[in-house]
């Protein structure tokens, strides 16, 4: 007889896992231990899934290293154990989430799944059983006995992405995240189709995570009008290691003397600059125009076309292994989990 593959299916709060009580007409989170009860179709599956949740569950606008470290556990713990997980996380970080845990988990040959929805499983137009039910079926899908899908990424509205390429760009559709930069890894219709030259391919390694962030950052988005004060302000932050400069366009930023000699004095401090465009889409090029000719002299860190998620949280892993400034900015440039465009 074939035997069932295993899921673990962790809940970490969201809409996603709330229901309307039936007494009280209320949103409550849902007991996931009784997943099978709220949802008896689930036995009807090819796959054994057990559930894991967070005490307490959290909005997701709560989430921050401390819980991803606990994901990056969880998933550790019980890796060999489970051919997949997925990962139930409110929508307003989940790109956040998907971004450092494609960091923290190393040799990652398992599928993470990460999903949510605009509204809970529990009520009736809800975007939620599909979400969780297609995600159930890529978290245990195989080819060959190899995962078809060994990376951290998001199902929402049709759409499987490599987590750490997205953002949640919409409060209200359920075509809720984009992935500007990078194609989807499989749309879903009557059919799953697995674009499989998007996906990563597996090393066969050891699963390996890394629970050290450094969160001493700062995401510094560039406006017309911004002034010295406030850059001056910015860099004079106790303990600062790292600057995300959001910059206009391909990477652009004002010419003017004050504001080039600020992001000068701060490099010669070592504080890490890395140029990030505030486009979703597109790279940055630096030194294709003027404007962006000094930030290359002088050593910002080209962020290609990273999301700021995945800047964010590269960095945050990068600094956490405490590699000096010339390893950190090779590291930043690398594609290390398909989050970068090679060169
Ligand atoms: N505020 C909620 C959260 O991100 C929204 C959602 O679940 O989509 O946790």
């Keep these: 007889m074939e035997t069932k593959a295993a899921l673990l299916v962790i809940y970490t709060g969201g809409t996603i896992g709330m229901f309307k009580d039936p007494e009280t007409g209320v949103l409550r989170p849902f007991n996931f231990d009784e997943l099978y009860n709220y949802m008896p179709s689930l036995e009807l599956f090819k796959f054994k899934i057990d559930s894991y949740s967070f005490d307490p569950i959290i909005d997701s606008a709560n989430i921050n290293p401390e819980y991803w470290i606990k994901l990056a556990e969880v998933i550790s713990v019980n890796y060999e154990k489970y051919d997949g997980f997925v990962i139930l996380h409110g ?16 040799n990652l040959n398992k599928p993470v799944v990460i999903t949510g929805s605009q509204l809970p499983l529990g009520m009736i137009r809800t975007d939620g059983r599909d979400n969780f039910i297609s995600s159930l079926e890529i978290a245990g899908a195989k080819s060959d006995d190899i995962p078809m899908i060994p990376e951290v990424c998001i199902y929402f509205e049709n759409q499987l992405f490599r987590g750490n390429r997205t953002h949640k760009f919409n409060a209200e559709n359920f075509d809720a995240f984009k992935s500007a930069n990078y194609p989807p890894l499989a749309n879903v219709g009557v059919y799953i189709k697995y674009h499989e030259q998007n996906i990563l391919k597996p090393n066969f390694k050891r699963l390996k995570i ?52 600020e992001l000068k004095t701060a490099i010669d401090k070592g504080i890490l600059i890395v140029n990030i465009s505030q486009c979703r889409g597109g790279s940055v090029e630096m030194g294709k125009y003027e404007t962006s000719l000094d930030l290359a002299e002088m050593g910002l860190i080209n962020g290609k076309d990273m999301t700021i998620e995945a800047a964010l949280t590269k960095l945050m892993w990068i600094l956490g292994m405490e590699v000096p400034n010339e390893e950190a900015r090779r590291l930043m440039e690398k594609n290390l989990k398909g989050e970068i465009r090679e060169d």
């Design 91 to 106: 929508t307003d970080t989940m790109s956040y989430t998907a971004s450092a845990l494609s960091f923290m988990l190393d």
């Design 210 to 261: 890394y629970s050290k962030m450094d969160t001493n950052m700062v995401v510094l988005p560039l406006f017309p009008g911004i002034n010295s004060n406030t850059i001056k302000a910015i860099f004079a932050i106790d303990e600062l290691k790292a600057v995300i400069l959001e910059t206009y366009g391909a990477g652009n930023a004002p010419t003017e003397k004050w504001f080039l000699d």
